[in-house]
């Protein structure tokens, strides 16, 4: 794996996300937050789950379903952090992704693991939890159209 290729799926990851987004934000605020289905309840908390990201404790608390009130507030936040990824990514170099990362898994179990694995992780991620909001959507009507990457690359 290379920095590029990262580079690749996160890029691939952002044009799924604004394709839903374009969805979620057509959503009236009882829809965005309510109970339908899933790991997380409703589309905004998997949505703030998938937003959660990387960094150690310096990245503050966790974030949480109700610190997002309306689909504007996560989008905000949503554009902050993936400029921090990009930037993040741009000033990897490839031996950098061998570099091992401690972190913590509940309930404080700690880790250690690759950059470049846990940032593989994070894009993986995203695509299944892409899939469940796709999912909820579709329960209330609504549909984001294909965000599989073959797509992806047909419009790049």
């Known amino acids: 794996m290379t920095v590029r290729d990262l580079e690749t799926l996160f890029d691939y990851s952002y044009w799924a996300n604004r394709k839903i987004f374009s969805v979620i934000s057509q959503l009236t605020p009882e829809q965005f937050v309510q109970p339908v289905a ?51 990514l741009a000033g990897l170099k490839d031996d950098d992704l061998a570099r091992k990362v401690e972190f913590t898994l509940p309930p404080g179990q700690k880790q250690s693991m690759p950059l470049g694995e846990l940032m593989h992780h ?34 790049v």
């Open 38 to 88: 899933g790991s997380y309840g409703s589309i905004r908390n998997t949505m703030v789950h998938m937003l959660s990201r990387c960094g150690g404790a310096s990245r503050g608390d966790a974030l949480k379903g109700d610190d997002f009130p309306t689909v504007d507030s996560l989008l905000s936040t949503w554009g902050k952090i993936e400029n921090h990824v990009r930037e993040f």
């Open 122 to 155: 994070a894009a993986i991620h995203g695509v299944h939890h892409r899939g469940q909001v796709t999912l909820l959507l579709r329960l209330l009507g609504l549909t984001p159209g294909n965000v599989d990457i073959l797509f992806y690359y047909a419009a």
